[in-house]
């Protein structure tokens, strides 16, 4: 499931678009009022996204399921999604209301990576303690040149406290 297809569908809204956008920002502070979904300040639209995210999808899991196509802002290290603009080649594998893991196909253009490196610390001035900080030596590295590759977070925790929290 796409993740702003279905947070739209579910909420019954359409977010308006670009999503870093001003107009967005705003929508989305008045959807988690009109829901009643707490979103402590900094009122980031990564922020928002991922409260509404939790409220309209993953509260909802409960058999196996993939969110995919995760907005770019929410993911600073993934690459863009070939054929969809302003998504990233990202998911998260959720049973019953809890993640799983987390994957996505890594960013390798240097330029976009120190781009999104900049929107980070935007957020991170503004209050936002999970904002990634600029790595520059990283983007260094990305110039010398880093082939396709992806990852996955499966860590043993995950698994080993999934049972207990069924």
Not at 8 to 26: C, F, G, H
Not at 85 to 103: G, L, M, S, T
Request: charged content about 30%; aromatic content about 8%.
């Amino acid at each position: 499931m796409g993740m702003v297809e279905t947070l739209e569908e579910r909420a019954d809204v359409k977010i308006p678009r670009p999503l870093d956008s001003k107009e967005s920002n705003k929508f989305l502070v008045e959807l988690c009022e009109k829901n009643e979904i707490e979103c402590r300040p900094p009122l980031t639209t990564t922020r928002l996204l991922d409260k509404l995210t939790e409220h309209f999808i993953e509260s909802q899991i409960i058999n196996p399921a993939f969110i995919t196509e995760h907005p770019i802002i929410m993911s600073p290290l993934a690459k863009y999604h070939r054929s969809k603009p302003d998504v990233a080649e990202r998911f998260e594998a959720f049973i019953a209301r809890k993640e799983i893991c987390n994957a996505f196909t890594e960013l390798n253009n240097p330029v976009v990576q120190r781009e999104r490196f900049k929107a980070q610390m935007e957020n991170k001035k503004a209050g936002d303690h999970e904002a990634m900080e600029h790595d520059e030596d990283y983007c260094v590295a990305l110039e010398y040149g880093l082939p396709p590759t992806a990852g996955w977070g499966c860590g043993i925790d995950r698994i080993t406290i999934a049972p207990y929290q069924l």
